[in-house]
Each structure stands twice: as C-alpha cells, then as structure tokens.
C-alpha cells in the first residue's frame, strides 16, 4: 500500500533553515506528482508547494515564494522540502501527499515549530 516516511522537523530559530524529507513506497514515484502540505494550529490545511512527476515544474503558496524550494530524487523515491528564512508563522505540521490511481494518500506528517 501507499506509504510515506516524513523526517527533517523540529525546532529552529526565526530566520533559520530545514529541510524535511518524505520517502514513498507503494506505488509508481517516478508518475506521480508531489506535494506538501501544512495545517498549523486551528487552521484549515494548505498547500505549501507541488512538484511534478519529471521536476520539470514546480509551484508554491504566495507565503512561502522565495523562501521553500521543494525537489525530488526519483531514484530515491523521495521528495524534499528546503525551507529558508523560516518564520514564526511557519509552525505547522508538515504533510506530504499525492494522488494515485483517484486516491489521496496522506504522510503522518513532521512537526515544524518556529520560535526563539
């Protein structure tokens, strides 16, 4: 079945990176698009950036342009998320997801809290 491993959260100072990783397993990567998604403290969830299945195109929230880079290794089955400049408002759990054959699949999601 579709699974995916996220890792790289946890906390960093204003203005700081991380990078956060998500490695899939179950199903075709390499066709698949990528994206990750944030849901932060009593707020609905959003997406924070896509990438398709080649790399070839990316794109991003507004909040984030400029500042989050997301990138896959296909032959490593896993998708990145280079986050730079982070803010506080960034906190948030961090989840990866795709669509496959009409099906969202969901990560457990990592933590990414912001703060001094």
């Known amino acids: 079945q579709v699974q995916f491993v996220e890792s790289g959260g946890g906390l960093v100072q204003p203005g700081g990176p991380l990078r956060l990783s998500c490695s899939a397993s179950?199903?075709?990567?390499?066709?698949?698009?990528m994206s990750w998604y944030r849901q932060a403290p009593e707020k609905e969830r959003e997406l924070v950036a896509s990438i398709t299945s080649t790399g070839g195109h990316t794109t991003y929230a507004d909040s984030v342009k400029g500042r989050f880079t997301i990138s896959r290794d296909n032959a490593k089955n896993t998708v990145y998320l280079q986050m730079n400049s982070l803010k506080p408002e960034d906190t948030a759990v961090y989840y990866c997801?795709?669509?496959?054959?009409?099906?969202?699949?969901w990560g457990r999601g990592t933590q990414v809290t912001v703060s001094s």
């Open positions: 997801k795709t669509r496959w054959i009409y099906s969202d699949y």
């Open positions: 179950g199903f075709t990567f390499s066709s698949a698009a």
